[in-house]
T-cell receptor
Framework: GENVEQHPSTLSVQEGDSAVIKCTYS??????FPWYKQELGKGPQLIID?????GEKKDQRIAVTLNKTAKHFSLHITETQPEDSAVYFC?????????????FGQGTILTVHP | EAGVTQFPSHSVIEKGQTVTLRCDPI?????LYWYRRVMGKEIKFLLH????????ESGMPNNRFLAERTGGTYSTLKVQPAELEDSGVYFC?????????????FGPGTRLTVL
């Protein structure tokens, strides 16, 4: 089955800096890669996603890149703000009959210091 | 529009007892998923309903877990009997269409503590 590895497990940055979180996946049949943000006491919330026919996608301060050959994808947050502090999860899905199953990475605790 | 709701928000039970978690998906969403996060590890898939049918239950850990979705609306996840290792946060999610790229909307989770 699919396996997703996420790094780093914790990331601390100063406000205004950029943050990068990286994930690798094992199943070459996966073709959908969402990123979720989880704040304290809440469920994960989708912040950006990318499909396998796209190499890069951007939404304001957030961007995701995908390298299908190397089987890795990354989340880039620019001009970080304290409200960006949360746990971020990458995920992969889209393989075969388990098309709805999201396989998550271990999560990254991002702390943005004012 | 109301989001995915889960009840209870927190449950504390003793080993050997039974607990039932409930999830109400977003109205009109045919797809309902259960996930679990144990002890700060990754969020793991448990199962996927399409309406009232189980599309994929490959993540269910053992037969102590029973999920139902009668009538294709809300879903329940029963753990009987509960063991210590069942402690964690149980998330429910729903999506509108049966396509892999469809956004899954997550509920706030139920934190289960088994003593």
């Amino acid at each position: 089955g699919e396996n997703v590895e996420q790094h780093p497990s914790t990331l601390s940055v100063q406000e205004g800096d950029s943050a990068v979180i990286k994930c690798t996946y094992s199943d070459s049949a996966s073709n959908y890669f969402p990123w979720y943000k989880q704040e304290l006491g809440k469920g994960p919330q989708l912040i950006i996603d990318i499909r396998s026919n796209v190499g890069e996608k951007k939404d304001q301060r957030i961007a995701v890149t995908l390298n299908k050959t190397a089987k890795h994808f990354s989340l880039h947050i620019t001009e970080t703000q304290p409200e960006d502090s949360a746990v971020y999860f990458c995920a992969a899905s889209g393989s075969g009959t388990s098309y709805g199953k999201l396989t998550f990475g271990q999560g990254t605790i991002l702390t943005v210091h004012p | 529009e109301a989001g995915v709701t889960q009840f209870p928000s927190h449950s504390v039970i003793e080993k050997g007892q039974t607990v039932t978690l409930r999830c109400d998906p977003i109205s009109g969403h045919d797809n309902l998923y259960w996930y679990r996060r144990v002890m700060g590890k990754e969020i793991k898939f448990l199962l996927h309903f399409v309406k009232e049918s189980k599309q994929d239950e490959s993540g269910m850990p053992n037969n102590r877990f029973l999920a139902e979705r009668t009538g294709g609306t809300y879903s329940t996840l029963k753990v009987q009997p509960a063991e210590l290792e069942d402690s964690g946060v149980y998330f429910c999610a729903s999506s509108q269409e049966a396509r892999y790229w469809n956004e899954q909307f997550f509920g706030p989770g139920t934190r289960l503590t088994v003593l």
